[in-house]
């Protein structure tokens, strides 16, 4: 966008030039706005449609300033450049098309009503397309058309990986074409999800065990608690809960209940790791056949690659397994994750004897942690 109107600003003069480039430097310094505009339209969308908005975040990094409205937290980050993100739950078990759609498009419409106003300000003050605009309505020309590009290229369909999220154009593709495939999960599960993507661990924690106790038998309920668990207490108290409370239920050895595929694939990563980071050494089989299943029945995710790919370098198989964690490294969006395939990439290294390379992964492993 910044480089399509550069070329403008210097076809008619230094005066025409200043006022375009004033509207490339409203578009740059007016992007949180954008952001603002458009994490506000999820939001909006999400408590018109009766969900629990969990999080509204703008910007990445570490947190500037956050408050609590009701349920919801709200999070202005450092980097006010990085995108944005809204967390909600419906409370409902059963999905509703509309509404998820809805949802998806909110924040898109939102930058789109916005680019609108903008556009009939600037021209409502004069001077569009004869040659004399004034450095307000260039402004207010540039903010309305970071708003109305925001809501388009949300709208196409295009994947993230390692950096923000998936476009809302993905989305609602996958939403219209994967309906049939989407998982019902109860709304204490989705509510564990909620506060877990929004880093209130302790709430996501209670929601989990709340669910397993009124579903015992709900491998994702279980999968969400051992997650849950390991980033409040730790992975010892995760796997300790899971191998107490959690071991016998029968979708583990396949039984009448087998849950979807997804949902096994994620319960069965999730025991491995925190076996792994455990360094439950009696488990090493456990981890293996659980990391292989898994790997085996969703190897496109980022995170169950990466989990596999460090049980194989742990175990000494740094053929197979540092390809696999290289790749993870760079497709999965949580920062902690690629720390953590960092932290086994460069113990890898530092069996194989290469110090350097050890070195260079532990730095970058810190940056991701710092970015967290």
Known sequence: MILFGLPFAFMDGVLNGAVYLTMMVAVIVGWPLVVVVHEAGHALTARLCWRVVVLVRVGGGRIWWTARLGQTQLEIRRNLFSGGQTIQCRTSARPNRL???ALVLGGPAANIVFAAIGFRLAASIGGVG????SFTVASLFGMALAQ?????ANLLPTRSYGRGHDSDG???????TNWSRIATLSP?????????????????????????ATTPDDAAAVSMAIVSLSRLKGHSAAIDWYFSEARDL???????????AEVLASLQANVAWSALKAERCDLSDQI????QSAFNLAPGWPAIAGIRGAWLVESDRYEDGIPILVTAVRRTADPRDKADYCEFLARASRK????????AFEEVGRRFLAAA
């Not at 029968?250 to 979807?260: K, L, Q, S």
């Not at 293996?288 to 990391?291: G, I, P, T, V």
């Open 352 to 359: 194989q004897g290469d110090e350097a390379r050890a070195t």
């Open 250 to 260: 029968d979708f583990v050895e396949g039984g009448p209940r087998r849950p979807a």
């Open 170 to 176: 993905l989305l609602l593709w996958r939403l219209l």
């Open 188 to 212: 204490l599960v989705l509510k564990a999800q909620a506060f877990w993507l929004a880093d209130r661990f302790d709430e996501a924690t209670n929601a989990a065990l709340n669910a397993v």
């Open 99 to 101: 509404a998820d759609a």
């Open 130 to 133: 004869d040659g004399r605009l």
């Open 288 to 291: 293996e056949a659980l990391s």
């Open 148 to 152: 109305l590009w925001t809501g388009v």
